[in-house]
Every structure is written in C-alpha cells, then in structure tokens.
C-alpha cells in the first residue's frame, strides 16, 4: 500500500499547487468539507463536474434526507453513492476484501477511515480504507463515474453493488443486473416514491473494469446465489477477482435515467479511455474555468477559501439528468415516457435538462448572480422548465424525478424567468413562457397547490381568495403542506410583480395593469396597529407595524406576535415570521415605508430587528424558524440587509453585510460556513454576492435591473463576461484603502465619472469597465437621500451627524 499512496501524494501535489510550488488557481481555494458535520444528502460533493449527473462520493451515513451523505465526524464509511439529488439517489458501491458482507446490509459491511489519510477537492475523493487496507480515489466525467481502488494481496478481492438497499430518501423498488462479459455488466435501480417525488424514478448504469472478475454473484433478501439462479426483482450483487499486493483496479459506472443503452453512449461519448489521472486534471481544469469566470485579488486566506467555495456551490445541485444525446425521461404522465431536449442544426442538445430543488427564494442568490455571470445556465433553466410545460402543462415547483414536487409555495419559476428576460437572456420560447406563468398565476395554476399538494383539484394555494379578496386568509382548505396565507399573499404579490415587467415588455398593457395592481395586495395583511401590544423595552416604535394574518371573515388573526417561541413557523408564515415577512415587498420597499411612517421609522425598525438576531448570529435554529428577528438560516431573510440601501441609508447596508457575511457565512471549517442548510447553491451564491458587494433586492427583474452597491471583501474583483450574451470583456471593482474597520463607500467612480446611486445598472455592467470605491472608517453620505435616525447612529458607535444635510457630501 505504500507505493499506492506514494504515487497519490505525487500526483495531488502535482494537481493542486496550493500545497505545492507553482501558483494557486480559484479552484485550489475550494474546500469541500465546510459544514460537513451536518448537512444533507445532496449537499456534499468531490468527485463530480459542474451540475453533474454523477455526485460520487462517499456516504458515512445513508438514512434520511438530511444529516444524510457525508458526514464530517462520523468514524465509517457505508458506501460510495452515485447519486446525490434533490429527492434522488442511487448505485452505491463498496469495495472489499475477503468474506462479502454487502448482503447484510450497509451497517454490517461499513468500513473504518480516518480524515488523516483523505484528500478532496473539486473531481477528486482518495480515502483509505484502513479495515480492509484499500485505497479508494474517486474522479468523473458529467455522466460516468471512475473508481481507483488500490487492493491488498487477496484471493476475494470484490467490489459490491448494494442495490437492494434503502439510501437516503427512501426504499429501492427494483434492481437488476446482466453481466454482459468478464469486464462489463450493466443493469438498472428503481427508486420508490417519496413524500415528495410521488412516482418511482429508475437509474439505468453500464460498468466496465480495466481487467477481468472471475465471477458475478448476486443476492437476494441476504441470500447470496449466483446471478443465473436469481428470482427476485430487488437484488444486490458483486464482483469478485484475486489481486496482488497494491494492485490498481479501475472501474468506470456510466449513468442514464432513460436505458440501459443510453449508459452505454454516455460512456462511450465521455471516457473512452483508462487514464483516472487525466480525467482528475480535466475535472480540475473544468472547475477552475467556472470559477475563474470571477477573479479575486486581496481579502484574507480565509475570505479567498469561503469565496471560491461558495461559488463552487453555486454551480452543483441542481443536477443534469438528460444524456449526452439529449434524452431524457418524462414522468409527468400516466407511465414514463423518452423524450429529448432540442437539438442543434448538427443534431446536438442545445442544453441539458436537469433535476433541482425549488427556486424559493432564489431571487436574492442564484437568479443574481447565474444571470451576471452564467447567464447560460439561465437558458438551461429556463428551457428544461418549459419541456416540462410542454409534458405536464405546468411550468414546474421543484421537479424531481422527471415530474412535479410542488415543494413550497406559489410560482418561483415566475421572478427566475423574469430576471431572464429583464436581462437579454432569451433563448427559449418568451410566448410559450408567459403563458404558462400566467397560467400559474389564477385558480388551477401551480400557486393553487400548497406544498407537496398533488391530485385533482388543489385548494391549498388559496388562489380563489386571492383572486376574490386581494390576500390569503388563515384557512384549512387543500392537503398540502405550507397552508399559510400572510406568506402567501406576500409572495404572490411579488410575483405578479415580476409578471407585470414581462407584461410590459411584452406590450400586454392589460395583464401589466392587472398584475401591478395585484403587486400592491401587500397592503391588504399590513397592521398597523400591530406592534402596540410589544414590550417596549425592545425599542420598537408601536406604530410601525407589523403583516398579520386574517381569519376568513376578514377579522385579524387575534393570537399575534411578531415572532414565535420556537416552532418551525408562526402562524401564517412559511419557515418564518411576521418579523421577516413583514420585509417581503422588494416590489415596493418605499410604499411599505410608508405604511410604517416614513423612511426613518421603518430604517429604525429594520436596525433594531438586525440589533436583537445579533447575538446569535442572524440565524435561528434549523426548524425553529419562527423564533428570529432575523435568519440568514433560511431563505425569507436573505435580502433583509440590504433593504437599508433602498431606504435611503447604504451605510448599514454596508455594516449590517459585513457582520452577516463575516458573522454568519465565514466559517471555512467543518463545523460551519453555511448553518447546516446551504440548499442547493442558494447561500453560497448569496455569499458570493455579498463579498462582491453586488446584489439586487429585486431580484433583478425591473425591466432596466440594477444592482445594489455594498462594501466588497477584495481590494479587486473581476467578473469576465459572457461575450456569447453580453458585449463587454470584463467588469472589475476596485476598492481602494481596504483595511479592517475600512467598510463604509466614501465615494464612488465608474468608468471616470461619479457613481452618486447605490443602483448601478446592468446595461452598463455588461458593456465592461470599472468600478472604482473608496473607503473609509465612518459612514458617509454617499448616496444617502434619508435622515438615519441618532439612535441607530448611537447604536453602531459612529460619530456623524443624523441629518445628510449638515454635513459636506463626498463627490
């Protein structure tokens, strides 16, 4: 085993430099491990590409969807999966040595490891085995997985397919195997339903090793016999060789959703040779090209590794489930059905479909920055959305499985297409999208659904009472989960928001009339007498008021506070509160402003909110989700610091995105970074935008967007644009007297003219240039239009004036 891991340590030293001589590139900065401790099933990745249908990588614990996959401190390693998808999973292996135990489960055939001898990075897993002396190094392809085990001398060396065994989300339907000669088998694993991907899904793969087995064996319900003697439609199955000491075995796992021999194209399309150490260089190179769309100069070691690392969520996740030809399977109807993505005038996919989580909440993360700086992923997005459209008939909630979740609330598919299209990003069928969000927005819609709500005729979306009062009331009607009507009012409100810019766009003056009007429904659940019955010992100005829900016959709900006592929501709002919902209206930030008193009540309000989550950290607990003012744990709070811009004070936009990113995000160790959820790219690509100091409270869906201007971590920051959809090069900010405590904009310039607006617009980003800030300890009054009230001055300890007219203004 000794040469094994020589020649390992050589050649990770040749790969990644960081630990090395040469220099270091984005993707050596990545580090898989933050916030493995806890953390769910599709969360951790190694040995995989951006998006990929293959997530390989090893799994210390297999139950459940969460604190699922990889975790950091538990002592063994059950199996090494494939699939590590929203609601998806499958074809786990284990290699061994000696007596097979495989059949007798994923507990009984667990193995030791420790973190000493283990190295990960973006493509690549090594691990030693140390119970059964094999090292296991892990790399891939988009669609094949490719295993190198280094064996001890052995008689039975073998490598087991648990396929019979419950992983992750659920139980395993069927499985089969057919060996198809000494170096190759291929066979399939059906997944069965969950609580949320309601139909069975199957994985289809093709194995090839680089030498021959002496035999395949099966087992079913833990009998083992061989393969040909097997009756069972639920089997588990393994190979078995005699090796040498140290001898490298290679084995390739090609994946498909749609055949058997689709696996076999992708395969033969993706790896067609036997060279792992080539593959791992390709991975990395193929990383660093997506990372290094964003170039970072300055900042910490620390702030380097956290920001790489984000951005690296940011692009896995949301996993391609199409093959390299473009096919894919539909399981919207009766019984699943190939169909194919559009292909090119050379018969090639125009992009690839995927499988992801829901886009709630999104707005604030990945619809910001995909369309800045990927803005052909919003194509793929877009246009994977839209086949299900044409499958289904609805544009989709969180699809899984090649069918419908309806996981959360309303339309998110309604502000990401928007963004798209706000945004030049237009390769897909603007008539056909319209329509279907618009068909999304009235009774028999996907807003009708309320989570996970399937079968005929859905109540719990609450969309009659909100055509025909203008908000949701607390009500019972539906089977879905989420039934919560202040969140849902406030949420269908922005998004017929976000309906009324395309309507505009696309000169439908009625719709854009109807939908803006809609947008105000925000007002209908706005208390503002809410806030009288507060302690006023937590420095809230009574008036100011507060969203509540109604009752059904329109009375308020009686039992209110703004925040709860621990549960997983309060009543009304989803995974949240009135404290947090209260702040859903990026739609209209001034005229709820307004409806608090004025700029300077609501400023005060916002403040004292951030004032009373600080002490632990702007996050609550995971699942107690109501008991915060503020909570960077979960997606309705993710804009909340920079509504201060909004409101006419950037400089605690500037501080209260300091502390959260610092405070909240910056951990790079195992034990957090992203608070035990990043779910799916979401909070890595907030961090990212957060340390850019570039964001959008909008969600970047105004018909001219903009983004909002903070404080960055780097003395420089290059965004290298997408010249297929944009015009200019690159768009670099520079940030001059950088040092700590150096947070506040004294002034800004762009392109050598004065940058007076916190909003700078997309147009000009995307004709390239340069953004040039500088800094200072005390807030200035750049860009400041409101008086920030002497208390919340008092508050941050700076010595300036409340009033931006007694003091000289920054150019």
């Not at 604190?67 to 998806?88: A, D, K, T, V």
Request: glycine share 10%; net charge neutral.
């Amino acid at each position: 085993m000794v040469k094994c891991k020589l020649v390992a340590i050589l050649f990770i030293c040749f790969i990644y430099p960081a630990g090395c001589s040469g220099g270091v590139k984005p993707v050596d900065y990545v580090r898989p491990q933050i916030d493995t401790v806890k953390s769910r099933w599709f969360y951790f990745s190694s040995a995989c590409r951006p998006f990929g249908m293959v997530n390989l990588s090893p799994d210390t614990n297999v139950t459940g969807s969460w604190e699922s996959g990889y975790l950091y401190n538990e002592p063994y390693i059950r199996c090494f999966s494939h699939i590590h998808g929203w609601q998806i999973s499958g074809i786990p292996v284990m290699p061994g040595v000696g007596e097979v135990r495989a059949q007798k489960g994923f507990e009984a055939n667990k193995a030791t490891f420790s973190h000493d001898n283990e190295m990960v990075r973006p493509g690549y897993h090594k691990v030693y085995l140390s119970d059964r002396d094999i090292q296991v190094e892990l790399t891939s392809t988009c669609r094949v997985g490719f295993h190198r085990y280094c064996f001890p001398a052995s008689d039975k060396s073998h490598i087991a397919f648990s396929l019979d065994q419950k992983l992750a989300h659920g139980d395993m339907q069927n499985s089969a195997v057919r060996q198809i000669s000494d170096r190759e088998f291929e066979g399939s694993v059906t997944m069965a339903p969950t609580s949320r991907r309601k139909k069975p899904f199957t994985a289809y793969f093709v194995a090839r090793l680089n030498r021959p087995f002496m035999h395949i064996m099966a087992w079913e319900k833990g009998k083992i016999v061989p393969l040909a003697e097997i009756t069972s439609d639920k089997i588990g199955f393994y190979v078995e060789f005699p090796t040498r000491k140290d001898e490298t075995i290679l084995m390739k796992v090609a994946l498909s959703y749609t055949s058997t021999s689709q696996a076999r194209k992708n395969i033969d399309a993706e790896l067609d040779h036997w060279d792992f150490d080539r593959v791992v260089e390709e991975s990395r190179a193929e990383w660093n090209n997506w990372l290094g769309r964003i170039e970072i100069e300055g900042g910490s070691e620390t702030q380097r590794i956290k920001f790489y690392t984000d951005l690296w969520h940011a692009l896995q996740g949301r996993r391609i489930v199409s093959d390299i030809d473009g096919h894919y399977m539909d399981n919207t109807g009766s019984k699943p059905r190939v169909r194919c993505v559009r292909l090119d005038d050379q018969g090639k996919p125009l992009y690839p479909h995927h499988n992801f989580d829901a886009w709630w909440g999104s707005q604030w993360s990945l619809d910001i920055l995909w369309s800045l700086v990927y803005p052909e992923l919003m194509d793929n997005f877009c246009n994977t959305m839209l086949d299900m459209y044409d499958n289904g008939g609805l544009i989709p909630r969180g699809p899984s499985g090649g069918n419908y979740t309806y996981v959360m609330i309303g339309d998110q598919a309604a502000p990401f297409f928007a963004c798209a299209y706000a945004k030049g990003i237009r390769n897909w069928d603007i008539n056909k999208a319209y329509e279907g969000l618009r068909k999304n927005a009235f009774p028999g819609g996907i807003r009708d659904r309320a989570g996970y709500e399937t079968g005929a005729n859905p109540a719990g979306g609450g969309m009659g009472y909100y055509v025909e009062r203008g908000y949701i009331p607390l009500h019972t009607e539906g089977r879905g989960l989420h039934r919560e009507g202040a969140a849902q009012t406030l949420e269908y409100a922005y998004q017929d928001w976000c309906l009324a810019q395309m309507a505009k766009g696309l000169g439908k003056t009625t719709d854009k009339d109807l939908f803006m009007q809609r947008s105000a429904n925000y007002r209908h659940i706005f208390d503002p007498d809410a806030g009288k019955a507060l302690d006023p010992n937590l420095g809230f100005n009574p008036s100011s008021g507060w969203m509540r829900p109604r009752e059904k016959d329109g009375s308020w709900y009686k039992d209110f506070y703004p925040i709860g006592s621990g549960e997983f929501n309060a009543r009304g709002f989803v995974e949240s509160n009135s404290a947090i919902y209260t702040w859903f209206v990026p739609q209209d930030i001034i005229g709820l402003a307004e409806l608090m008193g004025g700029k300077e009540s609501a400023i005060a309000k916002l403040h004292r909110q951030f004032e009373l989550a600080a002490p632990n950290r702007f996050v609550a607990p995971h699942g107690k989700h109501s008991v915060s003012w503020v909570d960077y744990e979960n997606q309705p709070s993710t804009h909340l610091a920079h509504i201060f811009n909004h409101l006419g004070a950037p400089a605690l936009s500037q501080y209260w995105v300091r502390r959260v990113k610092e405070e909240t995000f910056g951990d790079i160790t195992p034990y957090g970074g992203y608070n035990g959820d990043e779910d799916q790219g979401q909070m890595g690509a907030l961090g990212v935008l957060m340390a850019i100091g570039l964001f959008d409270v909008q969600g970047g869906v105004a018909l001219e967007p903009a983004y909002d201007i903070t404080t960055p971590l780097f003395d420089k920051v290059t965004i290298h644009l997408n010249q297929r959809y944009y015009p200019g090069e690159t768009f670099t900010i520079f940030c001059r007297d950088l040092k700590p405590g150096n947070i506040y904009i004294q002034s800004a310039v762009y392109n050598g003219e004065p940058q007076n607006h916190f909003r700078l617009d997309h147009r000009k980003i995307i004709q390239g240039g340069t953004l040039e800030l500088r800094l200072g300890e005390k807030p200035s009054f750049w860009s400041r239009t409101a008086s920030i009230p002497v208390s919340v001055i008092e508050s941050i300890g700076k010595n300036v004036s409340a009033n931006p007219d007694s003091n000289p203004k920054h150019d």
